[in-house]
Structures are given as structure tokens and as C-alpha cells.
T-cell receptor, first 116, second 115 residues
Framework: AQSVTQLGSHVSVSEGALVLLRCNYS??????LFWYVQYPNQGLQLLLK??????LVKGINGFEAEFKKSETSFHLTKPSAHMSDAAEYFC??????????????FGQGTTLQVKP | NAGVTQTPKFRVLKTGQSMTLLCAQD?????MYWYRQDPGMGLRLIHY???????AKGEVPDGYNVSRLKKQNFLLGLESAAPSQTSVYFC??????????????FGEGSRLTVL
């Protein structure tokens, strides 16, 4: 069975500070991993994804994440927070083999607050 | 390019009423999904479909039914709404995993309140 745990339901940073959102996963087979962002009253938008190529993945808006198999982690970082980064962030996992149903299992979400 | 479109965007129901949420995608995706989003619980899969005419249960299917009569449409029905079904519902679609890496494309959500 697969699962995702996001550590911290709320994270608050100052503008210009480092953003670190934590995600740990559990999967019995090699996973695909995703980070989605949700702005208020909108749907989910893909930030980045890990698909068994490079372990350091770069996404949109300056975000990146590193897949660490030994730690079963896929933490999201951004060197310098911007006010526009305030949103809810979701980590998700799916199975990396053909024939699966493409279902994503989501974490509980982390709300990022950026203070001026 | 509309992507994934959900209707209606907002709805208020009384307990026991029925309704249908419509999801339409114009990307020729084979797979479609209905999720619900509740505070502190992330998104949970209700039902999904891997092709026209097929549906399957997800994590929280009770109280919901679905139909996929056309490839581009995926309907979510509530036969007898309950207050526990107050939520934001998201539809998503994707290509089959064998031809892509599993990215889902989401609609903007439908906010349902059951009184």
C-alpha cells in the first residue's frame, strides 16, 4: 500500500527566506512523486514530478525537490520565498509501472504563509 | 483550450436531495477521477474510470455513483445527499500511465454544501 505524510499542516516564512515543505512516502514498488500547488479557490496545478530520472527535480516558480530513496522523502524547497508563493501544497505518490490505474495518493496538504 | 471543466461550481442542497456533478475534458484523456477535498485530509479518491463505459471505486465511494458514457465526460451523482458530503469536489484526467508519467490535470472544483 502507498501513503504520503506531509510534516506540518502550516508553515510560515518571511519573504526572501528559504521555503522547506516536508514529504515522506511509503511505497512497496518504485514510486512516481509529485508536488501540486493550490491557490485559493482554484484547482491543483503541477509544480514538479519525479519519474525515476534525475533525483533532483526542478519545477515551476523556482521550486525544486530531491528524491531520497534511503530516507523515503521528497521535500520541496525554494531558496527565496515570494508573497505569491502563499498557497496550499500537496505531495502525492503513484505507482511507477504500466498497467496501474494512475491513481494519485495525496498527503494532507501544507499551507504556506509568507510574511512581508 | 478549456482543459477540465466542472459544472456547477457551487451548489447548496438539503439533506436527502439528489444532484449530479459534470466533468468534461477536451484533452482526449482516457483516465478520469473524482476526488473530494476536506480540511486536513488532503484529496481522497471517490471513483475513477480507465475508459469509456468503465468505472471503479476509490477510497471513499459510499454515497456516490458515477457514469462514463462518453470518453470526454465523467458524471458524479449523489442520490440522497448528507451533510457529511459537504466538500469541495475535484475532477481530474490523465493519459494512461503506460504513455505518461502519471500527471493529473485538475478542474477548478465544485463546492457543495449540504444543509
Amino acid at each position: 500500500a502507498q501513503s504520503v505524510t506531509q510534516l506540518g499542516s502550516h508553515v510560515s516564512v518571511s519573504e526572501g527566506a528559504l521555503v522547506l515543505l516536508r514529504c515522506n512516502y511509503s511505497s512497496s514498488v518504485p514510486p512516481y512523486l509529485f508536488w501540486y500547488v493550490q491557490y485559493p479557490n482554484q484547482g491543483l496545478q503541477l509544480l514538479l514530478k519525479y519519474t525515476s530520472a534525475a533525483t533532483l527535480v526542478k519545477g515551476i516558480n523556482g521550486f525544486e525537490a530531491e528524491f531520497k530513496k534511503s530516507e523515503t522523502s521528497f521535500h520541496l524547497t525554494k531558496p527565496s520565498a515570494h508573497m505569491s508563493d502563499a498557497a496550499e501544497y500537496f505531495c502525492a505518490v503513484s505507482l511507477a509501472f504500466s498497467g496501474n490505474t494512475g491513481k494519485l495518493i495525496f498527503g494532507q496538504g501544507t499551507t504556506l504563509q509568507v510574511k512581508p | 483550450n478549456a482543459g477540465v471543466t466542472q459544472t456547477p461550481k457551487f451548489r447548496v442542497l438539503k439533506t436527502g436531495q439528489s444532484m449530479t456533478l459534470l466533468c468534461a475534458q477536451d484533452m482526449n484523456h482516457e483516465y478520469m477521477y473524482w476526488y473530494r477535498q476536506d480540511p486536513g485530509m488532503g484529496l481522497r479518491l471517490i471513483h475513477y474510470s480507465v475508459g469509456e463505459g468503465t468505472t471503479a471505486k476509490g477510497e471513499v465511494p459510499d454515497g456516490y455513483n458515477v457514469s462514463r458514457l462518453k470518453k470526454q465526460n465523467f458524471l458524479l451523482g449523489l442520490e440522497s445527499a448528507a451533510p457529511s458530503q459537504t466538500s469541495v469536489y475535484f475532477c481530474a484526467s490523465s493519459y494512461p500511465p503506460r504513455s505518461n508519467t502519471g500527471e493529473l490535470f485538475f478542474g477548478e472544483g465544485s463546492r457543495l454544501t449540504v444543509l
